[in-house]
């Protein structure tokens, strides 16, 4: 088993716990879509939150190559991890099994957590993609923070000023900006 192997596997579990919890939210919040007062931003967050697994995820495909890693690289990606599942578990609600479920109320009281947690996110982003492009020769991650730089700065702006239209504005632009991402930024698996 080559070093990459070993690390990518206990990275995978803590993305797929992630992962995990946001799609059994999704599930809970559908049973009970009765009950649910849905709110489009809180939605989008969820969304954000999929998109940024998936793409730390394929993302670590690009440090296959490196020869060495030492622990401080490990605790550093362990760190990620840990703080995009964080991020997940803030942006999903708690379904409980009676009573409404105010997903606007959700975001009001509790998106300045999981938006700040995406913002800590996106910084570590910018740094892995720094250290690491540059330690394995792969332009490609270096160039990623073409998106992510943005990805950090809008989300810092929304954490600040919770304003509707901001909010708004924030989200739609994090989606557009995941879309440019995967489509011209993130190179296949080969």
């Known amino acids: 088993m080559h070093a990459f192997d070993y690390i990518i596997t206990l990275l995978s579990f803590v993305y797929a716990l992630a992962i995990a919890h946001l799609l059994a939210t999704i599930a809970e919040l559908v049973r009970a879509r009765r009950r649910v007062r849905f709110s489009w931003l809180n939605a989008a967050w969820m969304l954000i939150n ?12 690009d440090m296959r190559g490196l020869s060495a890693w030492s622990t401080s690289m490990i605790g550093f990606l362990f760190v990620v991890a840990f703080t995009i599942y ?12 009676a009573g409404e479920i105010d997903l606007p109320a959700f975001h009001r009281e509790n998106g300045r957590e999981y938006i700040g947690a995406f913002a800590v996110t996106a910084a570590l982003t910018i740094g892995a993609n720094i250290l690491f492009g540059e ?37 739609v632009a994090e989606l557009a900006l995941w879309a440019w991402y995967f489509a011209t930024l993130q190179s296949a698996l080969t």
């Open 50 to 61: 999929l998109l940024t697994l998936v793409g730390w995820w394929i993302g670590m495909w």
């Open 86 to 97: 964080l991020e997940v578990r803030f942006v999903c609600p708690d379904v409980p099994g």
């Open 135 to 171: 330690m394995g020769s792969v332009r490609e991650m270096i160039v990623q923070n073409l998106a992510v730089a943005p990805m950090f700065v809008i989300a810092v702006v929304a954490a600040i000023s919770f304003r509707p239209w901001i909010q708004i504005g924030a989200a």
